[in-house]
T-cell receptor, first 112, second 112 residues
Framework: EPEVTQTPSHQVTQMGQEVILRCVPISNHLYFYWYRQILGQKVEFLVSFYNNEISEKSEIFDDQFSVERPDGSNFTLKIRSTKLEDSAMYFC??????????FGQGTRLTVV | DAKTTQPPSMDCAEGRAANLPCNHSTISGNEYVYWYRQIHSQGPQYIIHGLKNNETNEMASLIITEDRKSSTLILPHATLRDTAVYYCIVRVYGGATNKLIFGTGTLLAVQP
């Protein structure tokens, strides 16, 4: 069964460093998303991406964040200068137009 | 998207049916009801969705009231592996806004 895969499963980084979280969406999907979940809190929408551009973003997704689809298979989330409060699980998801989204297993980002 | 209300927690005996309620009294005519679950800190897992007719798949059944103001997710024979947080989400199917707004969900604890 097709699935969304994310790497790495766990990333530890020092405050101020740049991190790139990687995702391989399901191959025939055209809509891509990033969500995050701070420990003990709700799953929060960050950004959606379609046709090589951001289609929607939340207030959380500020200038420190960027997304990219560098090739035909990968979808990345970059955090330019990490802060302690960026520590969270980051989930990538993908979908066909308007249909249910399928999520990856997440990357646990720990900023120290 | 319409707001949903779910009980914070429920218990169910292993092997019995788990019935998880959701209220969505402000749902509009073009909004679907989606159910996801999250096991521990894994990525949210799609379960089922529906508009107004009852739906069934290999995982669960979804019963939507005639006025569409509430719904029930039914896991027919709950197992210990069904212990998770279950999210009821209302959104437009096929709309330009594809994001999912997660609430706090219902923590279902399946007891042996």
């Amino acid at each position: 069964e097709p699935e969304v895969t994310q790497t790495p499963s766990h990333q530890v980084t020092q405050m101020g460093q740049e991190v790139i979280l990687r995702c391989v969406p399901i191959s025939n999907h055209l809509y891509f998303y990033w969500y995050r979940q701070i420990l003990g809190q709700k799953v929060e929408f960050l950004v959606s991406f379609y046709n090589n551009e951001i289609s929607e973003k939340s207030e959380i997704f500020d200038d420190q964040f960027s997304v990219e689809r560098p090739d035909g298979s990968n979808f990345t989330l970059k955090i330019r200068s990490t802060k302690l409060e960026d520590s969270a699980m980051y989930f990538c998801a993908s979908s066909e137009r308007g249909s249910q989204a399928f999520f990856g297993q997440g990357t646990r980002l720990t900023v120290v | 998207d319409a707001k949903t209300t779910q009980p914070p927690s429920m218990d169910c005996a292993e092997g019995r049916a788990a019935n998880l309620p959701c209220n969505h009294s402000t749902i509009s005519g073009n909004e679907y009801v989606y159910w996801y679950r999250q096991i521990h800190s894994q990525g949210p897992q799609y379960i089922i969705h529906g508009l107004k007719n009852n739906e069934t798949n290999e995982m669960a059944s979804l019963i939507i009231t005639e006025d569409r103001k509430s719904s029930t997710l039914i896991l027919p024979h709950a197992t210990l592996r069904d212990t998770a947080v279950y999210y009821c989400i209302v959104r437009v199917y096929g709309g330009a806004t594809n994001k999912l707004i997660f609430g706090t969900g219902t923590l279902l604890a399946v007891q042996p």
